[in-house]
């Protein structure tokens, strides 16, 4: 039986062995393989053991050919025939033989089924539960670690308490100063917008002081360090997870809690408070440009009405939410870090994933202490 169109015959050279001869030009598409009715008659046919093929004309041959041979294989196998490669091209049978060293997975082409709506909410609610349960455990750790540390007993070096101190506060200084005189500058933009109405620009001062130092200033701050600061450590965990210097450390008898996350929290905790009133002191003098500047108002006025309008409680609750604030952005960095996969990809994934989980703790909290600090009458 002959196909002039691809260059294919199906001779019956023995009793027991079906001879495919190929010739011509072997360029063929993916879609437009030659069919395999006239094999599997020839198959059908009582007595054939062996398939053997014959490509001493054949010129050309693409990919095309490979997916040809490998229909035939697949049919050959199902009918409990030999398929011999020896009268195959070189380059073909070494291809072809790769491609059957490991069989193809079972359903593997099969189009993947769209799980229902109602499964794919229990699979998020089950991922959010065991997320939850990792979060709790890593805080649990986090606060024994502290306690030991208070008792003494905490295993860490001081000097890489100083660097993250160092890389936390000193380093971090340029980019608090440009955030937080904008951030002032702003709030003193929209306020005169306003307050020229009535009249009433003075009350910039006020309006710059109260919010800088009871809510934006802490707030930037923290959100600057989880920026900042919070995807560095989620990176720098990331990436001692994947050259495995974490399990070393639990491997020494290393608790890598004290050693890795407490000196970073400890750090942060320090300097966030520092960084808080140096944002706050940022943002009124970026008010008092904008004040000084536009409104007319002069410089011993605005300072005047700044100082009646302030006092410590002020600064106190924005530095007590910077400290809060700290102790966030550094458990949100090192539990992903900690978290990180063993991929190159998954120490980017577990920064990201730091930043977002430590401004999300930051509005949290911060409406919660808000809200708390309103009822109270602080």
Known sequence: MADDTYGLKYVVVKQDTLLVQLYGSWEVSDDRQPALEALKSSLKKNGLRKV???????????????????????????????????????????????????????DARTTPQRAPFVDKVGAWAIEQGGAAVEMIDFIGKVFVASLKMLRGKARFRTSDLMLFIQQTGAQALPIVTLISLLVGLILAFVGAVQLQMFGAQIYVANLVGLAMSREMGAMMAGIIMAGRTGAAFAAQLGTMQVNEEIDAFKTMGIDPIEFLVLPRMLALVLMMPLLCIYADLMGILGGALVGIGMLDISAVEYYIQTKASLNLTHFGVGVFKSAVFGILVAIAGCLRGMQCGRSSSAVGDAATSAVVTGIVFIIVSDAVMTIIFTIVGI
């Open 52 to 106: 053997e093929f014959d490509t001493r004309k054949m010129s050309t041959w693409n990919s095309g050919l490979l997916t040809f041979l490998l229909n035939i294989h697949a049919l050959c196998a199902k009918n409990h025939i030999e398929m011999t490669r020896s009268g195959l091209p070189k380059g073909v049978e070494r291809i072809l033989s790769l491609a059957l060293a490991v069989p193809e997975k079972k």
